[in-house]
């Protein structure tokens, strides 16, 4: 007989006033739990201290696209336009909000520009809209930084600058939401780290609108992940068999890192140069076969995201370091603090 996870298990309160609406003041000083054995208060400077040489930590490249636009209808109504991605031929994938319900065929048209928006097709939370010139050169000069939805402000010449990483590949501007354990890092932690002899590595898993999602089965098993673009080149794959191979620690920097290498790994049995797709789903129960140890964001409650962590380090662990996070004041989510992760042996 099937036994199913119950998605109310991974439910807790967290108070609204833990939940970070703004960056720290200081790229780079937040706070840092570690689990281990015993949980430890630490900062991100004391990252750099529960890493070896030899280690590997593991980062995503992508760069957030400025996705979100406002509009108007022909009739005058207001409308938001959340570019999820950009296809050929000027067409894009999008979510688009309006206090009519939105049909086949309307046209959009641009706050403060001539530039034309037309829905082609209407495929669940998306939509297939065509813009009348080249949108990455619209969303340039007219886009707005995609912050999270339980931010709920506008976002600020300083979210520009925040919800970016200090690494992020102008080249591979793709993604509708930030890689946000990345956001941590300054460049003297960067140097620090690389200067202990632990060398970093990067991929790239361009994050999509489906990241915010929620679960909506009470059973976790039913629920069914979105389709993001991810890229492993060959150099990232010999630094990380050659930190395996000599029994160093791969660290992933965030969960799309740690998605990106289960995913290559689960398809071929080993990992290989890949450019696909992936819609991997980590949950309780799923065997890890890459990553030993993950930096990370708090989650928000009931979310793939925390599915995730409690798979890698443990249900009760995680229960414990969250309940403790809470109890200390850590700041949740994308601009809130960070924890260690060893995975669950």
Not at 52 to 69: E, F
Not at 100 to 128: A, C, F, M, P, T
Not at 247 to 253: D, E, H, L, Q, Y
């Amino acid at each position: 007989m099937r036994s199913f996870l119950n998605l109310d298990n991974y439910d807790f309160l967290l108070p609204r006033e833990l939940i970070a609406s703004k960056p720290s003041e200081v790229r780079g000083n937040s706070r840092l739990l570690v689990l281990e054995r015993e949980i430890k208060d630490r900062t991100i400077d004391n990252l750099v201290d529960y890493l070896d040489s030899g280690d590997l930590l593991v980062i995503n490249d992508t760069k957030v696209l400025k996705a979100r636009l406002k509009g108007k209808r022909s009739t005058g109504g207001s409308v938001e336009v959340f570019i999820e991605r950009i296809n050929k031929n000027n067409n894009v994938q999008a979510q688009v909000r309006s206090n009519r319900k939105i049909q086949k065929g309307d046209l959009i048209y641009i706050e403060g520009s001539q530039v034309e928006l037309k829905v082609l097709e209407k495929k669940g939370y998306l939509n297939k809209v065509k813009f009348s010139i080249d949108p990455r050169k619209v969303l340039e000069d007219f886009g707005k930084v995609p912050l999270p939805p339980y931010i709920q402000r506008e976002a600020t010449d300083l979210d520009k600058e925040r919800y970016q990483t200090i690494y992020a590949d102008e080249d591979k501007k793709n993604s509708v939401a930030a890689p946000t354990a990345g956001l941590h890092f300054n460049q003297t932690q960067i140097k620090d780290i690389r200067n202990k002899g632990i060398k970093i590595v990067k991929i790239t898993l361009d994050i999509g609108l489906g990241t915010f999602m929620p679960i909506k089965s009470n059973i976790i098993e039913d629920h069914e992940m979105h389709t993001e673009k991810i890229h492993l080149n060959e150099g990232a794959i010999e630094e990380i068999n050659k930190a395996k191979h000599s029994n160093s620690k791969v660290i992933a920097v965030g969960t799309t890192s740690l998605r990106c290498l289960e995913s290559v790994h689960n398809k071929f049995g080993e990992l290989r140069p890949y450019e696909g797709e992936t819609n991997l789903y980590i949950y309780p129960g799923y065997k890890f076969k890459v990553v030993d140890s993950l930096f990370t964001n708090f989650h928000l409650p009931k979310s793939s995201l925390f599915l995730l962590v409690c798979a890698f380090g443990g249900t009760t662990e995680m229960k414990k370091a969250y309940s403790h996070a809470i109890k200390k004041g850590y700041k949740f989510f994308s601009y809130g603090d960070a924890m260690l992760i060893n995975k669950k042996q």
